[in-house]
Antibody, heavy 124, light 108 residues
Framework: QVQLQESGPGLVRPSETLSLTCTVS????????WSWIRQPAGKGLEWIGR???????NYNPSLKSRVTMSVDTSKNQFSLKLSSVTAADTAVYYC??????????????????WGRGTLVTVSS | SYELTQPPSVSVSPGQTARITCSGD??????AYWYQQKSGQAPVLVIS???NRPSGIPERFSGSSSGTMATLTISGAQVEDEADYYC???????????FGGGTKLTVL
């Protein structure tokens, strides 16, 4: 049974870079798309971006200038870096696996497997 | 930027039918997906491609889409269905994926 586990610092200083890693266990990281999603306390979900195991990426336009995602297939891990963080970036961060389908109306990605999430607080 | 609009809250009594709507300009041409999120837990997919129910999801969950509105229906809602529900879809280009703002379902 495939499982995802987020890891990384729970506290990040303002203006610094948030770094998280998602470890995939119980199965191979290839050949799938993998996403990061976040959720501020008491608020809704926000998709941050996705990466394919080849390394190709697609980011949320609203975060694109600050986001970098990478993948290490040898470690079955993928990672998120979010630069120049502010208090508004405080949230629970989830990693997830994308299921991809191509229909006549286009390509569709949706999340079929999620990690449990990790809280990242931005504060001095 | 593209937006999906959901009502903030829906309330029903146990055994009643709950309907949660999601409005978006691209929904006539794009599929909607629905996620259930219980307190303190990660979201779970309950409906894909407007009306497909993943394995393990109870039959009381169904989905439909007409025009610019997608609807999640829970027929005979149970107390354990209390959760936040999010729709998820993309704009007409297929490049900008967003969640709706979420709807808190209360069953009591």
């Amino acid at each position: 049974q495939v499982q995802l586990q987020e890891s990384g610092p729970g506290l990040v200083r303002p203006s610094e870079t948030l770094s998280l890693t998602c470890t995939v266990s119980g199965g191979s990281i290839s050949p799938y798309y993998w996403s990061w999603i976040r959720q501020p306390a008491g608020k809704g979900l926000e998709w941050i971006g996705r990466i394919y195991t080849s390394g190709s990426t697609n980011y949320n336009p609203s975060l694109k200038s600050r986001v970098t995602m990478s993948v290490d297939t040898s470690k079955n891990q993928f990672s998120l870096k979010l630069s120049s963080v502010t208090a508004a970036d405080t949230a629970v961060y989830y990693c997830a696996r994308d299921s991809v389908h191509n229909y006549s109306s286009g390509w569709y990605w949706y999340f079929d497997l999620w990690g449990r999430g990790t809280l990242v607080t931005v504060s001095s | 930027s593209y937006e999906l609009t959901q009502p903030p809250s829906v309330s029903v009594s146990p055994g009643q039918t709950a309907r949660i709507t999601c409005s978006g300009d691209a929904l006539p041409k794009k599929y909607a997906y629905w996620y259930q999120q219980k307190s303190g837990q990660a979201p779970v997919l309950v409906i894909s491609e407007d009306n497909n129910r993943p394995s393990g999801i109870p039959e009381r969950f169904s989905g439909s889409s007409s025009g610019t509105m997608a609807t999640l229906t829970i027929s005979g809602a149970q107390v354990e269905d209390e959760a936040d529900y999010y729709c998820y879809s993309t704009d007409s280009s297929g490049n900008h994926w967003v969640f709706g703002g979420g709807t808190k379902l209360t069953v009591l």
